[in-house]
């Protein structure tokens, strides 16, 4: 499986992507409003390689929270805005570094 990015999707991705849809909806890691319903890369992986110099880790439950975004692909793509500040969280941020506390996208 790809990703947009054409970063292929690891098994542990796929697997603790799971875990944490069943905790979703959850609150924004980004906006910190509530009724995210996808899955975020707190250190995007271009991020985790410049400061790792590797990708192991960069898919762990650590390294994931929820997040305002799409889901899917196409014509089956759903869209999760924020209710509240109305963004796709996830695609607004993109691979950029968290911005310092207490800023919001």
């Known amino acids: 499986m ?13 697997r603790n992507r799971g875990v944490m849809r069943e ?9 910190h409003h509530p009724g995210a319903r996808t899955i975020d890369h707190i250190k995007a992986p271009a991020e985790w390689l410049r400061l790792y110099r590797t990708l192991a880790g960069v898919d762990g439950l650590p390294n994931l929270a929820p997040a ?3 889901m899917g692909a196409g014509k089956h793509r759903l869209h999760n805005r924020c209710a509240t500040c109305g963004k796709l969280c996830n695609q607004s941020r993109k691979n950029r570094p968290l911005r310092p506390a207490g800023r919001i996208w």
Do not use: D, F, I, K
């Open 2 to 14: 790809t990703a947009r990015s054409g970063r292929t999707m690891t098994a542990e991705y796929v």
């Open 23 to 31: 905790q979703l909806p959850g609150v924004c890691h980004l906006c």
């Open 68 to 70: 305002h975004g799409t």
